[in-house]
């Protein structure tokens, strides 16, 4: 077994093999999504910046965007095991648009843009499509 030291040692070798400006510059924010905690989240802008409160739903209930974060959400992320819905109108009126269990959307698009003001979680293995 490696020591703390010897460990330590081995991932300072290993950095100065990939270059010290790897360290210096990591990748920009915007390249990764932030941890959603398995939840499903939405956020106010592009590529998962700016999380609308609350950033979870119960299954199977409906959830009604409220003030600020109303008509807000530009990307989402659905770490769930279930399938979601977003629509553009309260209480799951209006345009519905889908967020599959387990994937993220850095960007609605322009007709879905700031238009989101409820979402539904299915409280089983509906698909939506
Ligand atoms: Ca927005």
């Not at 070798?13 to 999504?33: D, E, H, R, T, Y």
């Not at 799951?92 to 700031?114: H, K, L, P």
């Not at 989101?116 to 409280?123: E, I, N, Q, T």
Request: glycine share 14%; with cysteine.
């Amino acid at each position: 077994m490696m020591s703390g030291k010897k460990i330590i040692t081995s991932i300072i070798a290993g950095l100065s093999v990939l270059g010290l400006g790897l360290v210096v510059n990591p990748p920009a924010a915007s390249a990764g999504k932030p941890d959603c905690n398995g939840r499903l989240c939405a956020y106010g802008e592009i590529n998962w910046v700016g999380l609308l409160s609350p950033a979870s739903a119960t299954r199977g209930v409906i959830f009604n965007f409220s003030g600020l974060a109303n008509d807000k959400t530009s990307s989402w992320s659905n770490e769930t095991a279930v399938d979601g819905e977003y629509y553009s109108g309260a209480n799951r009126g209006g345009s519905r648009f889908c967020a599959n269990y387990r994937t993220a959307n850095g960007w609605v698009g322009s007709g879905a843009n700031d238009i989101f003001s409820s979402f539904y979680l299915f409280s089983n293995t509906t698909t939506c499509s």
